[in-house]
């Protein structure tokens, strides 16, 4: 089946513009998650959703960003007045369910920020 | 403070021979490990896990060790091949004080493994 997509894969912003990144999750998973991938790091959490709440956002680094899957399924991550420090790979996952055993995520390929 | 720490950058491993990638992490509350592996431009593949409560999971060629006294976990590759090439994660995961957990994952640094034919 169809597994995490995200998209833009790649995404050039200048200092100061806001950018909105999507992710579609694997197909009624319950759980979506957003990390971010520095050069030569491990991902970061940022947030978590269980369907359409956003039961942690304690991983942003500032206000200036924001996600949102307000019907549980699409989400998006926007950054606001984007700065350098901003650029990175952001990973989102997804799971069926995460109150079991299995806390297996499944990954989408990272969209690439540069801010210049 | 890095709670989840992969000290070696990288290592490399001829063909056929183990490959052996560590792990060490900080915090006691966790209970659940999982490795991942990534290739350039796409994002990390689920590999192989472990509950706190074992010490062995096996899968393959893929054995996961945990020796909890140590925090410490390692992956064995046997035997490897040069499509194991690539930046192997391992994470952790904690189940919260109210008995529910969404699985947030804390991963380490990363070690690239080459597999050299």
């Known amino acids: 089946g169809a597994g995490v997509s995200q998209s833009p894969r790649y995404k050039v912003a200048k200092r100061g513009q806001d950018v909105a990144l999507r992710c579609d999750p694997i197909s009624g998973h319950v759980s979506l998650f957003w990390y971010q991938q520095a050069l030569g790091q491990g991902p970061e959490f940022l947030t978590y959703?269980?369907?359409?709440?956003?039961?942690?956002k304690s991983g942003l680094p500032s206000d200036r960003f924001f996600a949102e899957r307000p019907e549980g399924s699409v989400s998006t991550l926007k950054i606001q007045r984007t700065q350098q420090e901003d650029s990175a790979v952001y990973l989102c996952a997804s799971s069926p369910r995460t109150d079991t055993g299995t806390r297996e995520q499944y990954f989408g390929p990272g969209t690439r920020l540069t801010v210049t | 403070d890095q709670q989840v720490k992969q000290n070696s950058p990288s290592l490399s491993v001829q063909e056929g021979r183990i490959s052996i990638l560590n792990c060490d992490y900080t915090?006691?509350?966790?209970?659940?490990f999982l490795w991942y592996k990534k290739y350039p431009a796409e994002g990390p593949t689920f590999l192989i896990s472990?509950?706190?409560?074992?010490d062995k999971n096996e899968d393959g060629r893929f054995t996961v060790f945990l020796n909890k006294s140590a925090k410490h976990l390692s992956l064995h590759i046997v035997p490897s091949q040069p499509g194991d090439s690539a930046v192997y994660f391992c994470?952790?995961?904690?189940?919260?004080?109210?008995?529910?957990?969404?699985?947030?994952?804390?991963f380490g640094q990363g070690t690239i493994l080459t597999v050299h034919p």
């Open positions: 915090n006691s509350m966790f209970d659940y």
């Open positions: 959703f269980q369907n359409e709440a956003q039961l942690d």
């Open positions: 472990i509950s706190s409560i074992k």
């Open positions: 994470a952790a995961s904690i189940l919260n004080a109210g008995g529910t957990s969404y699985g947030k994952l804390t």
